[in-house]
């Protein structure tokens, strides 16, 4: 069964500092894609990252990069330069990428708050 | 490229009623996900469909049930509410069915209130 784990229900960043975001999973598949999304209160889901387990290389989309630890099932989120409209809900997702089809498991989410 | 659409945005409905809801994906995407997320239980897969059929499915009962139309648009129907149907319904498509690292985009979701 795969797990995913987000410890942090909340957390303050002043605006222009990093913050981490932190993710551990649990799998028994070979073979995975970890996903992380922020959902605002409007509540879309917006896709920020995308890092696959057989990637050497941490994965970066612009202020978002993945600090991927892959013999500590951990997959954190980096965000730089806090800025105010980065307020929301993050989700750390996972799926098996041969035998789960499109089926992603959510963490429970980190709420991050960003002051100006 | 327009993005993920789903109707209604908001819905309430009494206890025993049933609901439809629609979702419309990216162009050109064939594959549709649905997800529940509820405050208590979090965000959890209801099902996915491909080309028409259902590839998958998650752990809900009977009551919730869906299908696919041949150009991709996706319904979830809710028979015999209950109180715990209360409900962010939110639909994703993606390209394909889970091809390696295919991505998932998301619609702007149904809130669903069951009175």
């Known amino acids: 069964a795969q797990k995913i784990t987000q410890t942090q229900p909340g957390m303050f960043v002043q605006e222009k500092e990093a913050v981490t975001l932190d993710c551990t999973y649990d799998?028994?598949?070979?073979?995975?894609?970890l996903f992380w999304y922020k959902q605002p209160s409007s509540g879309e889901m917006i896709f920020l990252i995308y890092?696959?387990?057989?990637?050497?290389q941490n994965a970066t989309e612009g202020r978002y990069s993945l600090n991927f630890q892959k013999a500590r099932k951990s997959a954190n989120l980096v965000i730089s330069a806090s800025q105010l409209g980065d307020s929301a809900m993050y989700f750390c997702?996972?799926?098996?990428?041969?035998?789960?089809?499109?089926?992603?498991?959510f963490g429970q989410g980190t709420e991050l708050s960003v002051k100006p | 490229k327009a993005g993920v659409t789903q109707t209604p945005r908001y819905l309430i409905k009494t206890r025993g009623q049933q609901v439809t809801l629609s979702c419309s994906p990216i162009?050109?995407?064939?594959?549709v996900s649905w997800y529940q997320q509820t405050p208590g239980q979090g965000l959890q897969f209801l099902f996915e469909?491909?080309?028409?059929?259902?590839?998958n499915k998650g752990n809900f009962p009977g009551r919730f049930s869906g299908r696919q139309f041949s150009n991709s648009r996706s319904e979830m129907n809710v028979s015999t509410l209950e109180l715990g149907d209360s409900a962010l319904y939110l639909c994703?498509?993606?390209?394909?069915?889970?091809?390696?690292?295919?991505?998932?985009?998301f619609g702007p979701g149904t809130r669903l209130l069951v009175l």
């Open positions: 994703a498509s993606s390209l394909a069915v889970g091809q390696g690292a295919e991505t998932q985009y």
């Open positions: 799998t028994s598949d070979q073979s995975y894609g």
């Open positions: 890092q696959g387990s057989y990637d050497e």
């Open positions: 997702a996972m799926r098996g990428l041969y035998n789960q089809g499109g089926k992603l498991i």
């Open positions: 162009s050109g995407h064939r594959s």
């Open positions: 469909y491909f080309s028409e059929t259902q590839r």
